[in-house]
T-cell receptor, first 112, second 112 residues
Framework: DVKVTQSSRYLVKRTGEKVFLECVQDMDHENMFWYRQDPGLGLRLIYF???????EKGDIPEGYSVSREKKERFSLILESASTNQTSMYLC???????????FGQGTRLTVV | QKEVEQDPGPLSVPEGAIVSLNCTYSNSAFQYFMWYRQYSRKGPELLMYTYSSGNKEDGRFTAQVDKSSKYISLFIRDSQPSDSATYLC????????????FGTGTRLKVLA
């Protein structure tokens, strides 16, 4: 079975903190993605990676960075958390471009 | 105009009904189409993946793509209360990048 695992289901962080969200997939997929999901706005792409150590900005990269040191792991970093980054964060992976994307269970981040 | 339009609902139906969920899109270059089911506070779960026009059936679910009308549908037969969730459509293959474009989701309630 396809498995994408995010390190936390719920997180509460303070404004200004550096936050790490971790995602691991066990399917040997080439591509990994980070999205945020907000009511009325749907899923918005933050960053994606099509290979180890490769990354591309998505539609809303400001305030975020990513790291992909190993094929199975893709980390999202909030350099200095702000309240407008309170959201549901979703990691996904896919084997090839335009094939099915599989999602993790999501991390609900609250910044206070 | 959004690239993908999806009625947010909520759509309420009695148990056993046939449900029709729809998305329209504006970019005729999309070639790959997906439907996801998302329960509250969980990550999206892939239900159907189709390429180009036509129908695909999997159990109680049928996905239909009409590229000439830029319209995709998901039909659920013999709907169950456990089908109550938000359904997201997604598409890709337009820009030569790795991007998936998501609808904002339709909330479905199946009443026992």
């Amino acid at each position: 079975d396809v498995k994408v695992t995010q390190s936390s289901r719920y997180l509460v962080k303070r404004t200004g903190e550096k936050v790490f969200l971790e995602c691991v997939q066990d399917m040997d997929h080439e591509n990994m993605f980070w999205y945020r999901q907000d009511p009325g706005l749907g899923l918005r792409l933050i960053y994606f990676s099509y290979d180890v150590k490769m990354k591309e900005k998505g539609d809303i990269p400001e305030g975020y960075s990513v790291s992909r040191e190993k094929k199975e792991r893709f980390s999202l970093i909030l350099e200095s958390a702000s309240t407008n980054q309170t959201s549901m964060y979703l990691c996904a992976s896919s084997p090839q471009p335009d094939t099915e994307a599989f999602f993790g269970q999501g991390t609900r981040l609250t910044v206070v | 105009q959004k690239e993908v339009e999806q009625d947010p609902g909520p759509l309420s139906v009695p148990e056993g009904a046939i449900v029709s969920l729809n998305c329209t899109y504006s970019n005729s270059a999309f070639q790959y189409f997906m439907w996801y089911r998302q329960y509250s506070r969980k990550g999206p779960e892939l239900l159907m993946y189709t390429y180009s026009s036509g129908n695909k059936e999997d159990g109680r679910f049928t996905a239909q793509v009409d590229k000439s009308s830029k319209y995709i549908s998901l039909f659920i037969r013999d709907s169950q209360p456990s089908d109550s969730a938000t359904y997201l459509c997604a598409m890709s293959g337009a820009s030569g990048t790795y991007k998936y474009i998501f609808g904002t989701g339709t909330r479905l309630k199946v009443l026992a």
